[in-house]
C-alpha cells in the first residue's frame, strides 16, 4: 500500500518494450534505500525493484500494465513521481492508494487561483461514478482531493510544494495521468451492485453497518 505523498523523482534512464512486457530502469536518488523485490509506485503504478545498481533501479512491466497506464508514453528523460512501499507505523499522510491504476485521463485545462494549481482532468467515463467533490483521488500517484466535478471532467488543486515537488508541474492540455479512484468509493460501488441484485432500496446507514463500514 502507498499514501500518494510522492518521496522523490526519478529519471527514465532506459526503455525496453517488447511483445512479452517492458522494462524501465529509473535512475534516483531512492535507490540507495530499496533493495531487490521492494514495491515502489512509479507515476502510481505498484511496481518491484528487481535490479538495482548505483543510483538506479529497474522494474519490469506486464503487458496489460503497460498498455492501461501512462507508463507506455514515457520517453527517456522524463521525470516520474516515485513512492516506496508504506512501511509499519509510518504516518499516514496521504490517502490509502494501492497502486492498482484504475484509467488514464487527460488533462482539459491548466491554471493557478492564488497559490494554488489547477488541473482540470477528462478522466474515462466509467470512473465517473467514483469521483465525488471533496473525495480523493490519486493523480500520477499523488493524493489529491477533488475540488470540483462537472458533466465530463473533474478539477484538482494542487499547492506550491506538490507542484515543484511532482511531475503534475509538467502536465499541460493533453498530458495522460494515472488515475487511482478512492478505495471506499470502489468498494462501495461494488457493494451497491451486489444488493441491488438482490435487494432493492440503495446504500443505507443499516447497509453500511451491516458490512461493517460504521459501527
Known amino acids: ?3 500518494g505523498l510522492i518521496k522523490a523523482l526519478g529519471t527514465v534512464r532506459e526503455i525496453r518494450a517488447a511483445p512479452i512486457g517492458a522494462e524501465l530502469k529509473i535512475a534516483t536518488e ?11 509506485a512509479i507515476n502510481g503504478v505498484c511496481l518491484t525493484a528487481h535490479r538495482l545498481g548505483q543510483g538506479w533501479f529497474g522494474a519490469d512491466i506486464m503487458p496489460e500494465t503497460w498498455r492501461a497506464t501512462n507508463l507506455s508514453c514515457l520517453r527517456r528523460g522524463d ?14 499522510g496521504g490517502h490509502l492508494v494501492s497502486g492498482h491504476v484504475d484509467g488514464v485521463g487527460r488533462v482539459v485545462a491548466v491554471r493557478q487561483e492564488g497559490n494554488a494549481f489547477v488541473l482540470v482532468i477528462r478522466p474515462p467515463a466509467e470512473l465517473f461514478r467514483f469521483i465525488a467533490p471533496k473525495g480523493s483521488i490519486a493523480v ?28 503534475l508541474r509538467l502536465a499541460r492540455p ?6 487511482e479512484v478512492d478505495l471506499l468509493a470502489r468498494y462501495l460501488a461494488r457493494l451497491e451492485e451486489s444488493r441491488a441484485a438482490t435487494k432493492p432500496g ?12 460504521i459501527k
Open 30 to 40: 531512492l535507490a540507495a534505500t530499496l533493495r531487490p523485490g521492494d514495491s515502489v
Open 174 to 179: 493533453g498530458t495522460r495521468l494515472n488515475l
Open 79 to 92: 521525470l516520474v513521481n516515485l513512492e516506496p512501499a508504506l512501511a509499519g507505523g509510518e504516518p499516514m
Open 202 to 213: 440503495g446504500i443505507t446507514l443499516a447497509l453500511l453497518a451491516e458490512h461493517g463500514f
Open 140 to 167: 500520477n500517484g499523488v493524493s489529491l482531493t477533488v475540488q470540483a466535478v462537472r458533466e465530463e471532467d473533474f478539477t484538482v488543486a494542487i499547492i506550491p510544494h506538490t507542484f515543484r515537488a511532482t511531475n
Open 1 to 3: 500500500m502507498f499514501t
